[in-house]
């Protein structure tokens, strides 16, 4: 709908708008002042009978005490009575026939009911009344004459008629009309510039008011309409625009903000890593030779060359420990060249099958085909494609299987997959695994699966790890076919 036709419109909806807007607030506000004004009157009465009633007590005049109530009857002050606080027996009435009667069941329930008095409304024999219902407690001049142990010695009903009230507020109501209809013409006169500063000019100066807030770096502001004409349409634009351009600088500083947290957890493993160097490298290869030495002088068969090839391999595994630590903490630049993927995986499949045995798993690989040569540093892909058949080794039982696969993704990527799978359930995997101070990994290869996927991100690709479908792990890398296309 055009802006011409909506200027129309409205124009000519005015005036019934507005008589319909003037009779609802009067009605409104005609309930709104009758209910206020009779609630503030209704506590006025409550709080002066009540001071009333003590002054009489404390100037001696308690035998006054009725007489005072039957003397309050006013207009719009129907009836005053005090009632007994536990069976609802009035004591004393502003109509004397009420005294010994019970007291009426609402005004009784209110008073059991509500811990603090307040003014409520009611209908009684078709009249509109409010009422309070105030206790009167035994305060200590009081115990002269009552029991000081009881706490309440009567309870303050009062009720209040609101007929004078009505003819007030009927009289505001006819001014208010006046006053409102005086208005309404002055409005109207007004509606044309109104409705140009309405549809046009105001929602004009907020969008360019937005986007001098967006131009000084205040990316979370939006202007937002229900419109759907020309204003709209523009305002919808300019939120889109805003929500990518945000949504870019979003994830741009999450990039950042790991990346400095690997540089802080880096720095972390580095500043250890010489101590560790130092202090074990060097004496585990001294032990490592020693035991070489004792296994040469025993003679073949003897039972002992179980217990040295088991010193051997604990040795082996901590100084995989070590360099582990070592890669990541110092990591090596990649070389890279153009090799065959098939060729690095039957490296690792070679690697893998030497430690086999602790394992009990078949070792499977699986090549495409069509699998082009793929540019990488082959070293470093190995050691994270070791580190990666390691972890699924460690949660493979017997009879279970090791399979490494490698196919061509599309036109740019090859896809490779370590899968470990042995019929079990696999555990709860997720990306912390790859975090060398993550708590939750307790399988000792925390810093390779960390230096493999540093390396898989060197080489521009994702790594991801999943459970496979038939029970197990699975880890599957993309990279780019050529390192100078990553980066187009």
Known sequence: MSLRLRYAIYTSLLSCVLFGTFAVAVNRYHARSLRDELFRRTEMHAEHIKASLFAHMLGGQSSNFQSFLEGLARQDLEEVRVFDPENGTILASSIPKEIGKSIY????????????????????????????????????PCHTCHDPLKQVIGVLDIELAPDEVLGHSLGDLRNLSLIFLGGTLL????????????????????????????????????????????????????????????????????????????????????????????????????????????????????????????????????????????????????????????????SVVHQVNQDITSASAEVRLQVSSNVPEVEMDPDLMMEALRAMTLF???????????????????????????????????????????????????????????????????????????????????FVISIPISQKLSHA
């Open 105 to 140: 069941p609402e005004d009784f329930e209110t008073y059991s009911r509500d811990a603090k008095p307040k003014v409520f409304e009611h209908i009684k024999n078709d009249r509109d009344f409010f009422s309070k219902v105030e206790p009167l407690y035994n305060d200590k």
């Open 392 to 474: 699924c080794l460690r949660s493979i039982r017997n009879g279970g299987h090791l399979t490494l696969s490698c196919l061509k993704k599309d036109e740019l990527t090859v896809q490779l997959k370590v899968e470990g799978t042995d019929g079990n359930v696999a555990p709860k995997l997720s990306d912390d695994i790859f975090d060398p101070l993550s708590e939750k990994k307790k399988s000792g290869l925390g810093l390779a699966l960390a230096a493999a996927k540093r390396i898989i991100s060197e080489h521009h690709g994702i790594i991801t790890v999943s459970p496979s479908p038939e029970g197990g792990i699975r």
């Open 187 to 346: 409005l109207t006169g007004g509606v044309l510039f109104m409705l140009t500063g309405r549809l046009v000019t105001t929602p004009l100066h907020a969008l360019m008011n937005v986007m001098q807030r967006i131009r000084r770096g205040e990316g979370s502001v939006r202007y937002h309409t229900p419109r759907i004409d020309e204003i709209g349409h523009l305002a919808r634009g300019l939120n889109t625009l805003v929500e990518f351009v945000e949504s870019q600088r979003k994830q741009q500083e999450a990039l950042t903000e790991e990346r400095v947290q690997n540089l802080e957890r880096l720095a972390a493993i580095g500043s250890i890593t010489s101590s560790i160097a130092h202090d074990i490298k060097n004496p585990l290869a001294g032990i490592s030779g020693a035991v070489q030495v004792i296994s040469e002088d025993l003679p073949e068969g003897d039972p002992r060359q179980e217990i040295i090839e088991e010193i051997q391999q604990r040795i082996t595994a901590l100084d995989r420990a070590i360099r582990d630590i070592r890669n990541f903490a110092k990591p090596l630049a990649p070389q890279f060249i153009v090799v065959q993927a098939a060729a690095v995986l039957e």
